[in-house]
């Protein structure tokens, strides 16, 4: 008998303790390894969202940018809705720009069928774009109820260059936001001078326990359509 009980004796408290403790190690380190890599994923997931928000948009800005004066209406054969002596840019500030122009692709006969568009960023870090139609209308030149283009964007710059690459400096003409600009033949030589257009803009969008990701992109847009409002 007493040979048997020796044979049966199982584990003793302490065993059992050091036993536990190393696999709750070994379990700790397992979960951290699996908590860093999945980290690690959705930083890489998020700046790639964040770059490829910022290239959409600045591309969608630069596509309509680059036609700003294209006037459909002045060669659809129809000379009853030409528009006398059209001008580009509107208004053409630090952070804010009204062009003018068909500048998406609306089909000929539809009045208007060209229109300001106005790229801004509002309060709320959202980059949108607006089509206008009243160009006397300050309305029409306000950072409100666009389509949206991109959100969490902490910046949105424009700078304007002339022919020689030299810097023009804004506000082009003095022109404001949200009041008409004045479009008639005098005091618009700055907006007429300009031949490229710098975009900038920065998103910063936040990651969990990680430094926030920040994506900036830069764009020069030169004007095609130099000879429609000279």
Not at 21 to 38: E, G, K, P, R
Not at 90 to 95: A, V
Request: aromatic fraction near 6%; hydrophobic fraction near 45%; include cysteine.
């Amino acid at each position: 008998m007493p040979k048997l009980r020796r044979l049966q004796t199982g584990l003793t408290m302490i065993e059992v303790m050091v036993s536990l403790m190393i696999f709750l190690v070994v379990l700790l380190a397992v979960y951290q390894l699996f908590d860093t890599s999945h980290a690690t994923y959705l930083s890489g997931t998020r700046r790639q969202d964040v770059q490829q928000q910022a290239r959409l948009a600045v591309d969608e800005i630069a596509r309509k940018v680059r036609m700003a004066g294209y006037v459909s209406e002045n060669y659809d054969g129809n000379t009853a809705n030409d528009l006398a002596d059209p001008l580009r840019i509107h208004i053409g500030t630090e952070n804010f720009l009204a062009v003018f122009g068909n500048l998406d692709d609306t089909a000929a006969g539809t009045v208007p069928e060209s229109g300001i568009f106005v790229f801004c960023r509002t309060v709320a870090n959202t980059l949108i774009v607006k089509r206008s139609t009243d160009t006397a209308a300050g309305a029409s030149y306000t950072c409100n109820n666009g389509d949206l283009l991109a959100d969490n964007v902490t910046d949105l710059r424009f700078a304007y260059t002339d022919e020689n690459g030299n810097q023009i400096a804004a506000p082009l003409d003095g022109q404001a936001v949200a009041a008409a600009p004045n479009i008639g033949l005098a005091n618009r030589a700055q907006r007429e001078a300009v031949r490229a257009i710098l975009i900038r803009l920065t998103i910063t969008e936040t990651v969990p326990r990680q430094d926030a990701q920040v994506y900036t992109l830069t764009s020069t847009v030169r004007l095609r359509n130099l000879n429609n409002s000279l």
